[in-house]
C-alpha cells in the first residue's frame, strides 16, 4: 500500500511539474489587456478596436501554446521558438498595447511614458538593426554554441532563452510595423532591407541545422532535418506577415501639387 501510495505521490508531483507556472503569465496580460479596453468602451469612453483586442489576444494564446508545448526533442524545440520567438510577437504588437497603456494612464504617467520613449536609448533599442541583432544573433548563439545544450540540463536558462526570444521578437516586429508610438523609425524602405537581411539570417542557420554543419544541438539527422524544416518554412511565412503588415501602413510621400502653367523657378 506504502509503494501504491508512493506512486500515485511521484504521479501527481510529475502532472503539476509538467505544467510551467509561466504559461500563466500570458493569461495575465490578455485579462489586463482586456479590462484597459472594456475600460475605454465604457459610454462616453473613446473607444477601441475589436480587431487590436482580437490581435493580442491571439499573441496571448501563442505564448501559452509554445509554453505548454513539450520541448521532448529538438522539434518540439523548434515548435516553442517559433510559436514564441516569431509567430506570437506580431500579433502582440499589432494589439497597440503601448497605445492602450497611455489611453488609460493619467495624465502625469502618460508623460513619463512618453518621456521614456523618447529617451535616446529607447532609440536605439527600437530601431530595426538592433532588434536584428537581438533575434537572429540570438538564434546564431543558441545553435552555434553550447548554449543550447546548457538549456536542456538547466530550466531556468531554457525559460530565460525564451523569454529573451519573446521580448526581442516583440522589438523586432514592433521596429519594422509596430502601430504604437516610438522613437522615430527609419523609412519604410530601410525597414524592409533589415528584414531581408534577417529572412537571410533565419534560412541560413537553417540549413546549417538542416545539414547539420557547425551547430552544436545533441539531436539525431532526422530531428534535425524536421526542425530546420520547420524554421524554414514557418520561420518565412511568420517574416511575410511582417512584410506586410508593414506595407500596410506605407503611405509614400506624394509630390508637392504645382499649379497649372507655373514653371520652377532656376537657380
Known amino acids: 500500500m506504502r509503494a501504491g501510495a508512493t506512486v500515485i505521490l511521484a504521479h501527481a508531483g510529475h502532472a503539476a511539474g509538467g505544467f510551467p507556472a509561466t504559461a500563466l503569465v500570458p493569461v495575465a496580460a490578455f485579462w489586463a489587456y482586456l479590462a484597459a479596453a472594456l475600460r475605454l468602451r465604457d459610454p462616453g469612453g473613446p473607444g477601441w478596436a475589436h480587431g487590436r483586442t482580437a490581435s493580442f489576444g491571439l499573441g496571448t494564446l501563442l505564448v501559452t501554446a509554445g509554453l505548454l508545448r513539450p520541448a521532448d526533442d529538438f522539434v518540439g524545440h523548434m515548435w516553442q521558438h517559433l510559436l514564441i520567438g516569431m509567430l506570437a510577437p506580431l500579433a502582440l504588437i499589432l494589439g497597440a498595447p503601448v497605445t492602450l497603456l497611455l489611453r488609460t494612464l493619467d495624465r502625469r504617467a502618460g508623460r513619463r511614458l512618453v518621456h521614456l520613449l523618447r529617451h535616446p536609448v529607447a532609440r536605439v533599442l527600437g530601431h530595426p538593426v538592433t532588434g536584428l541583432l537581438l533575434t537572429a544573433g540570438g538564434l546564431w548563439l543558441l545553435y552555434l554554441t553550447p548554449l543550447y545544450r546548457a538549456t536542456l540540463d538547466r530550466p531556468v536558462l531554457h525559460t530565460l532563452v525564451q523569454a529573451h526570444f519573446l521580448l526581442s521578437g516583440c522589438l523586432f516586429a514592433w521596429s519594422i510595423a509596430g502601430p504604437d508610438p ?19 539570417a533565419h534560412a541560413t542557420i537553417a540549413q546549417l541545422l538542416y545539414a547539420g554543419v557547425l551547430v552544436d544541438v545533441p539531436a539525431t539527422g532526422a530531428e534535425l532535418r524536421a526542425g530546420a524544416t520547420l524554421m524554414y518554412y514557418l520561420g518565412d511565412l511568420a517574416e511575410i506577415a511582417l512584410a506586410l503588415a508593414l506595407l500596410a501602413t506605407w503611405r509614400p510621400k506624394r509630390p508637392a501639387h504645382r499649379p497649372a502653367g507655373s514653371t520652377p523657378v532656376s537657380a
Do not use: K
Not at 524602405?189 to 537581411?197: E, F
Open 182 to 200: 516610438g522613437p522615430h523609425r527609419p523609412r519604410v524602405p530601410v525597414r524592409l532591407v533589415v528584414l531581408g537581411v534577417g529572412v537571410a
